[in-house]
């Protein structure tokens, strides 16, 4: 039998590794890294793509058939087979009623991380249905650090060089590159591994010891959610003793005097007494970074899991800003994407303004400007009806039972839920609570646009080269026929397909052309011949004091009194004496693909990391079940001893359900780190919660 090569893109985590299917007789039998197109292919150790992708699709456990439940809401649901037509016409009865009943705003379009055009598509419908109701994760992923860099530089899209000479320092902050799709500014593994073999000095700040903590000059453990507050430390530092870039300042910054003001108002000695960092070590790194310039400070998710997050992300632009490393050879450079059809444009088609004042979070303001409803807003919302009930929910490429912060909570609004249709390649915890169950396909199965995630400015090709299992269609697809179904035809394709090309309108190809590019590069742009473009602020200059936010009610600079706010919402006591941190193990990404038994093989399940006086203290040894307490509730995980954590912090693992659990909803509360995690109070601009340096207790 012939095997066929066919190249397309990791579509598991946001590093997007070229790679190549080898498919033999329909099947993919193997999955391998890229090393012949030139493309990027930093496959991690874990070999998340090469060992899920093909056992994901070849899993006789995959969703292959509408299913309407039987029987009660809850945790004995049954499921039977219909057909497309018949889920269709339930869903868009469904949402019409409501709709002339209560209005479009009942129903919520609940969207999960994009891997293709999908949440896209589900943005659109949502726009041309009527409802301002669209949740996704944004609330603690993304959106902190580009809105941070959107009112610092003017754009999200603020990135790492690819010119690797000129770098003198590297800051690896609450991120780890070698597994989860590289720095949130596009710094991946293999360009760190060519800076560091040339000389280039690193920086960790992670509670953890990741993989570069071992090689780094400086390692930093902070107290986990006092990275805002560790960030001012050295902002301090810098300018105390001149170590920023005089003349970029002088020349590029609005609002230097006020922040250099601000860092009169506390001391080095209240910074290492809230982060737990020694005022020494918090100097010596930013002077490293300051002297070793132009250097990239490269964050990650961890930063915004607090209710600090945006004015935390806006001291790390700051970092980089005042040390003369932005617009750079070596350092960040600003970057844009003209050859694809802008999303935000896709969301809304003419004529169709979302009605932001009608969102049930419309007082969160960058939330509701960015097209997102917070997580949690959806189901305090579902819960006290206020300020109007939310009737129905479409759940596409999501979790929320297993990934939303207070998960109590969140199961009590699902139960609650009037109707709820969930897309989805497997079974899940959420799956079990829906009226409508619809098996999706993932890419390859069917062809689409990768962009995510948008601030990179990466658009990759990724071809259909197997047939999905079954009768599951692509999110693309269930959109697109349920807009028919509801009278939105004009709006959407005749064939999904279609839009691909649409898509691609401006760099003038076809997509089957673009499956000979496979990928548009972003444009990148330097300060220097770029003075009259490159920041696209209102005054035209890095915006270190933003106007433009204090016109909207944030704070105009990163305060110490914003930063501290992560400790006053979650403190430490004689009953909780412990602090845990939100740890994502490197094998899986978030919630997803529990079910590959290959990947079960090495992360059977949950592991919380304790230090061995910690464990010695509770009774516990490596390998024992230990008891993981909050305020808010209890769970349980598996001990595994780590010598190199703070005594104070313990890190359990992230997303854990257990799909070979048939019952209780596979056992979605045992080991579900959201049980412990409070869903209020959130940050008024963004939605944030506080995720991370929650107190807790462990016994056995």
């Given at each position: 039998m012939t095997v066929t090569q066919n190249v397309f893109f990791c579509f598991l985590c946001g590093k997007h590794c070229s790679l190549i299917a080898y498919v033999e007789d329909g099947q993919v039998v193997k999955v391998t890294g890229d090393k012949t197109s030139g493309i990027h292919s930093d496959v991690c150790p874990d070999a998340k793509g090469p060992t899920t992708i093909p056992a994901t699709y070849n899993h006789p456990d995959r969703l292959k058939q509408p299913l309407k439940r039987i029987g009660p809401k809850g945790q004995e649901a049954s499921f039977v087979p219909i057909s497309w037509d018949e889920a269709l016409d339930a869903i868009a009865s469904k949402m019409t009623i409501l709709k002339e009943e209560y209005g479009p705003e009942s129903v919520a379009m609940i969207l999960g991380e994009p891997k293709g055009l999908e949440f896209a598509f589900g943005q659109r419908l949502a726009t041309v249905f009527g409802t301002p109701n669209v949740i996704t994760p944004g609330c603690y992923c993304g959106v902190q650090t580009g809105a941070a860099n959107q009112f610092t530089f003017g754009t999200m899209m603020v990135n790492a060089d690819d010119s690797i000479e000129e770098t003198g320092v590297v800051m690896i902050w609450g991120n780890n590159p070698r597994h989860i799709g590289g720095t949130f500014n596009g710094m991946m593994p293999k360009e760190l591994d060519a800076r560091l073999a040339r000389g280039c000095k690193l920086i960790v700040i992670d509670p953890g010891q990741i993989d570069y903590a071992k090689k780094a000059d400086i390692w930093i453990r902070p107290k986990p959610g006092m990275d805002g507050v560790l960030a001012l430390g050295m902002i301090k530092v810098i300018i105390e003793e001149e170590l920023y870039d005089k003349k970029f300042v002088a020349e590029w910054t609005v609002g230097f005097e006020d922040l250099k003001a601000h860092m009169t108002t506390f001391t080095l000695d209240e910074i290492e007494r809230e982060t737990w960092v020694p005022r020494a070590q918090i100097a010596e790194a930013a002077r490293m970074f300051a002297i070793n310039k132009p250097g990239i400070l490269g964050s990650g998710n961890a930063l915004e899991g607090t209710v600090a997050a945006l004015q935390t992300c806006r001291a790390v632009s700051i970092i980089n800003g005042l040390t003369g490393s932005v617009g750079v050879p070596g350092g960040l450079v600003i970057k844009e994407q003209n050859q694809f059809y802008r999303p935000g444009r896709f969301y809304f088609p003419k004529g169709f303004p979302r009605q932001k004042e009608n969102s049930i979070a419309s007082e969160f303001i960058l939330a509701v400007g960015s097209a997102y409803v917070p997580t949690q807003t959806l189901v305090n919302t579902i819960l006290t009806d206020q300020p109007y009930p939310i009737r129905f929910g479409f759940f596409s490429v999501t979790n929320p039972l297993s990934t939303y912060p207070d998960a109590q909570a969140t199961y009590e609004a699902l139960m609650k839920l009037e109707y709820m249709v969930v897309a989805d390649i497997f079974h899940t915890p959420t799956t079990q609570l829906a009226d409508l169950v619809l098996p999706a396909a993932l890419p390859g199965e069917h062809a689409t646009i990768a962009y995510w995630p948008a601030w990179l400015g990466y658009v990759k090709c990724d071809p259909k080269f197997i047939d999905p299992p079954g009768e599951a269609w692509s999110d693309m697809k269930i959109f697109n026929e349920l807009a028919k179904k509801l009278g939105h035809g004009q709006y959407f394709w005749e064939d999904v397909n279609e839009v691909l090309d649409f898509m691609l309108e401006p760099s003038g190809l076809s997509f089957e052309e673009f499956k000979k590019t496979r990928i548009f590069h972003p444009k990148k742009y330097y300060l220097k011949g770029n003075e009259d473009r490159i920041f696209k602020t209102p005054s035209g200059?890095?915006?270190?004091?933003?106007?433009?936010?204090?016109?909207?009610?944030?704070?105009?600079?990163?305060?110490?009194?914003?930063?501290?706010?992560?400790?006053?919402?979650?403190?430490?006591?004689?009953?909780?004496?412990?602090?845990?941190?939100?740890?994502?193990?490197?094998?899986?990404?978030?919630?997803?693909?529990?079910?590959?038994?290959?990947?079960?093989?090495?992360?059977?399940?949950?592991?919380v990391e304790i230090h061995p006086e910690t464990a010695a203290q509770a009774g516990v040894e490596e390998g024992d079940m230990v008891n993981i307490e909050t305020r808010k509730g209890r769970i349980a995980q598996k001990v595994r001893i780590n010598p190199e954590l703070d005594p104070r912090v313990i890190m359990p693992a992230f997303g854990w359900w257990y799909p070979e659990e048939k019952t209780n909803l596979y056992e979605w509360r045992k080991s579900n780190l959201n049980i412990l995690v409070d869903g209020y109070p959130e940050e008024l601009s963004t939605g944030a919660v506080q995720l991370r340096g929650i107190p807790c207790r462990i016994y056995k």
């Open positions: 200059k890095m915006e270190i004091y933003s106007a433009q936010m204090q016109s909207m009610g944030i704070a105009p600079l990163p305060y110490y009194e914003e930063m501290i706010k992560a400790k006053q919402v979650a403190n430490e006591s004689d009953d909780y004496p412990l602090i845990l941190t939100n740890r994502k193990e490197t094998g899986f990404m978030l919630s997803g693909y529990r079910v590959d038994q290959g990947m079960r093989k090495r992360y059977p399940e949950a592991l």
